[in-house]
Every structure is written in C-alpha cells, then in structure tokens.
T-cell receptor, first 115, second 113 residues
Framework: AQKVTQAQTEISVVEKEDVTLDCVYE???????LFWYKQPPSGELVFLIR??????QNEISGRYSWNFQKSTSSFNFTITASQVVDSAVYFC????????????FGTGTSLTVIP | DVKVTQSSRYLVKRTGEKVFLECVQD?????MFWYRQDPGLGLRLIYF???????EKGDIPEGYSVSREKKERFSLILESASTNQTSMYLC????????????FGSGTQLSVL
C-alpha cells in the first residue's frame, strides 16, 4: 500500500527564516515518483517538483531545495529565507506504475510566513 | 497557458439536490481526476478517467458519479447532495504517460445546506 505522511500540520515562521517541510512515504514498489505541490490561498495546486525513485540527487531551485533519502523514505522540502508569498499549504504526493498511476497525497502542511 | 477550468468557484446547494460540477481542460490530456479536499484529510480521490467514456472508482466514490463524454470535459455528479458532501472539490488532468504531474483547477467550494 502507498502512504504519504506529513506530520507537520501547521508551521509559522518569521520572514527570512529557513523552514523545512517533512514528507515520509511508504511503498513496496521499486519504481515510484514523488511530488511536491503548493496550494496558495487562491486554491489551485501548483506543481513544484517531481522526483523518480532512481534519482536521489538533491535539487535546488532558487530558494527551494529538496532532500530525497531512500534510506529513510523521506522527501523533505526546505525554503531558504522565507517570504510572505511562501504562505500556503504544501502537499507531498506519491505515485507508482503498479498502482495504476494514482496519486497518493499527504494531508498537507500549512505554512504561514509572518512579516 | 495550459488550463484546467472548473465552472464554479463557490456553490451553495440544498440537501437532496442533484449537483453537477464541471471541469474542462485544454491540454488534450487523456487522464482526468476528481478529488475532494477536507481539512486534516488532504486530497482524496473520488473518480478518475483514462479515456472518453471510461471511469474508475477512487477511494471515496460513494454518493458520486462521473461522466466523460468528451476528452476535454469531466463532470462530477452528486445525485442527491448531502451535508457531508460539503467540501472543496478539485479537478486535475495529466497525460497518459504514467506518473506525469497533475495539472489542477482552482477548485469548487461546495456548501450543502
């Protein structure tokens, strides 16, 4: 069975602080894909990153970085020097070919950046 | 700009009414999905479709049905709305190739009174 856990329900940080959002996943598949989405107050989920299970390289995109560790089944997301515009709900998700390509989402982490 | 468009941002209906939520995508995507989003529960899959006139049940299909008569349009139907169906409904689409990213609409906040 596939499962994604985001243990942090809500996080508040002061602007310019760094923040890490945790994501732990469970799967028996050897091939799978991990995603992060951002949901701003407007409601539309915006794609941030997709990672396949064979690529453990960390990735950096501007102030965003992702740490994928298969040994701990984690795919954590760090925002450096947070800004008010980063305030949103962030979802981690998993999909795998063996499960019909369905997406399994975590319950989300609500991030508030205080100016 | 590629788009997934949901017909209503906010909708208020009465218990027992038949409700139609419409979703249209302009990306020629094969796959379309309906999710329900509730606080503390994340996104839960209601139904999905891999092709015209095809549909598959997701995790919580009870009380819902869907229709996909054209490739670009995927409708979610609440046959007899109930108060426990008050929720945010999100439509998404993706290409046929497995595990490609989902493109989401802005959501419909449905309130059933």
């Amino acid at each position: 069975a596939q499962k994604v856990t985001q243990a942090q329900t809500e996080i508040s940080v002061v602007e310019k602080e760094d923040v890490t959002l945790d994501c732990v996943y469970e799967t028996r598949d050897t091939t799978y894909y991990l995603f992060w989405y951002k949901q701003p107050p407007s409601g539309e989920l915006v794609f941030l990153i997709r990672r396949n299970s064979f690529d453990e390289q960390n990735e950096i995109s501007g102030r965003y970085s992702w740490n994928f560790q298969k040994s701990t089944s984690s795919f954590n997301f760090t925002i450096t020097a947070s800004q008010v515009v980063d305030s949103a709900v962030y979802f981690c998700a998993l999909s795998a070919p063996n499960t019909g390509n369905q997406f399994y989402f975590g319950t989300g982490t609500s991030l508030t950046v205080i100016p | 700009d590629v788009k997934v468009t949901q017909s209503s941002r906010y909708l208020v209906k009465r218990t027992g009414e038949k409700v139609f939520l419409e979703c249209v995508q302009d990306m020629d995507h094969e796959n379309m999905f309906w999710y329900r989003q509730d606080p503390g529960l994340g996104l839960r899959l209601i139904y999905f479709s891999y092709d015209v006139k095809m549909k598959e049940k997701g995790d919580i299909p009870e009380g819902y049905s869907v229709s996909r008569e054209k490739k670009e349009r995927f409708s979610l139907i609440l046959e007899s709305a109930s108060t426990n169906q008050t929720s945010m409904y999100l439509c998404a689409s993706s290409t046929r190739t497995g595990n490609e990213k989902l493109f989401f609409g802005s959501g419909t906040q449905l309130s059933v009174l």
